[in-house]
T-cell receptor, first 116, second 115 residues
Framework: DAKTTQPNSMESNEEEPVHLPCNHS???????IHWYRQLPSQGPEYVIH???SNVNNRMASLAIAEDRKSSTLILHRATLRDAAVYYC?????????????????FGKGTLLTVNP | DTGVSQDPRHKITKRGQNVTFRCDPI?????LYWYRQTLGQGPEFLTY????????KSRLLSDRFSAERPKGSFSTLEIQRTEQGDSAMYLC?????????????FGQGTRLTVV
């Protein structure tokens, strides 16, 4: 599986922007970049995904480098409820018969702490 | 729709006993996944169904583990002869379609403690 690298932890203050980086230097041209987050005692929750262009939704923005070897999840104004583990995941198209595109391969993610 | 539902939320069992977990996916979702998560780690893929067909099982899934999705709706995960190493959070997820850009919806998980 294509690998992603994220910092183990990051800290932010409430109502300030947060930039969560992710490196994925082995990304293939058709691999999608997905972000999920996991709040304490909850299952993972979809945040955003993208392929090449930057993406915005109600939760966050995703900035993708031009060479696609890295991306950044942007929370525009962090709240205490954004404290979670954030996972950067590549959904790959290559793999065995049927492809590997159906599963999400999680790393350890980045633990985001938001200070009041 | 209330999302992906898992039952029970917590299970404590003695080593050697069998346990079964249930997952009810979002109703129109054809894909269903099981993951296992231990403390401090990200979820690890266990197995995947498309409708009623189990299309992949991870190497993590020993012979003691079996999963079914008999009518392409709910799924069960059974662990036979539980071991202390099976203690973990078991997560179920579902999604619709096959496109690379679909999102998966996760349940809140079943926390298993083997004593």
């Amino acid at each position: 599986d294509a690998k992603t690298t994220q910092p183990n932890s990051m800290e932010s203050n409430e109502e300030e922007p947060v930039h969560l980086p992710c490196n994925h230097s082995t990304i293939s041209g058709t691999d999608y970049i997905h972000w999920y987050r996991q709040l304490p005692s909850q299952g993972p929750e979809y945040v955003i995904h993208g392929l090449t262009s930057n993406v915005n939704n109600r939760m966050a923005s995703l900035a993708i480098a031009e060479d696609r070897k890295s991306s950044t999840l942007i929370l525009h104004r962090a709240t205490l409820r954004d404290a979670a583990v954030y996972y950067c995941i590549l959904r790959v198209t290559r793999g065995n018969s049927g492809g590997s595109n159906y599963k999400l391969t999680f790393g350890k993610g980045t633990l985001l702490t938001v200070n009041p | 729709d209330t999302g992906v539902s898992q039952d029970p939320r917590h299970k404590i069992t003695k080593r050697g006993q069998n346990v079964t977990f249930r997952c009810d996916p979002i109703s129109e979702h054809n894909r269903l996944y099981w993951y296992r998560q231990t403390l401090g780690q990200g979820p690890e893929f266990l197995t995947y169904f498309q409708n009623e067909a189990q299309l992949e099982k991870s190497r993590l899934l020993s012979d003691r583990f079996s999963a079914e999705r008999p009518k392409g709706s709910f799924s069960t995960l059974e662990i036979q002869r539980t071991e202390q190493g099976d203690s973990a959070m078991y997560l179920c997820a579902s999604s619709l379609g096959t496109a690379m850009n679909t999102e998966a919806f996760f349940g809140q998980g079943t926390r298993l403690t083997v004593v």
